[in-house]
């Protein structure tokens, strides 16, 4: 044997990996894929009810100047932007779950490749204002809880019932901020989910989360692409045909 040559038998050093061309841990990555299939339908979910509340918010205000002369108009414009409010809270909740969902889902990819250590960190930070952006909100719906207490007849009450103190306003923007990174970091993840599995849908539900309007349909691609992924990391994998050992080549004749 050369000098410095280790045995094919030799047991490794501590500290050295067995094989660094091993793969990564399967379950890891067919977990995380079913982890971000439903991140993505959480958020779906949320998107879907904020865009209600937005929009029935949006309606109430122009009907409001209409409405308000009675008291049964005023009535129903407070409970419609109640019921507004109610819808938003409830989607920021989802929202709030979503994240959370990607964040594990990320963990578990980052066993497969720590690439997603960074999204990982970015959408927990994204937690944190979707926790401030949710206290917020409730705050908000207390008021206007508060002005739906008031007479329909004393506009007073119900103004200073719906003013927000400076403090609940800084809440809601820094919710806004820290919500912002977390968003960048759940499209730097799932486009890096996209890339590695070969996933065009996943990719383009990441881009299109760049789009306002488009970013309705982003968590959509996103839960295709995921479930995609995940039913073929599930298929076993078909071990590569062996070859049996090679016959004595017979000498030559004399």
Partial sequence: MAA???PANAAPMPGTPLDLGA???RHAEIAGAARIKWGALLGLAGLSLAIVGIFLALTAIPLGSAVVTTSAGSNALMNTIYTAVLAVVAGV???ILSFAVYVTG????????????TPMVLSLVGLVGLALIAGFTLFYAASVHAALACS??????????????HGTVVLGYLGGLLGFLGLVGAI?????FGSRYGSSLAKAGAILYLIPFAAVLAPLLVLVGAHQVQKKLGRPVEPAPSTGPMAPIPPPPA
Avoid: I
Avoid at 106 to 117: G, I, Q, V
Avoid at 152 to 165: E, F, I, K, M, Y
Avoid at 188 to 192: K, V
């Fill in 4 to 6: 410095g040559a280790v």
């Fill in 23 to 25: 793969p990564a841990p």
């Fill in 93 to 95: 909740f989802l929202a």
């Fill in 106 to 117: 990320f963990a578990s990819l980052r066993k497969a490749d720590t690439r997603f250590r």
């Fill in 152 to 165: 329909p007849s004393d506009v007073t009450c119900q103004n200073h019932a719906t003013t927000l103190g």
């Fill in 188 to 192: 730097l993840g799932l486009f890096r």
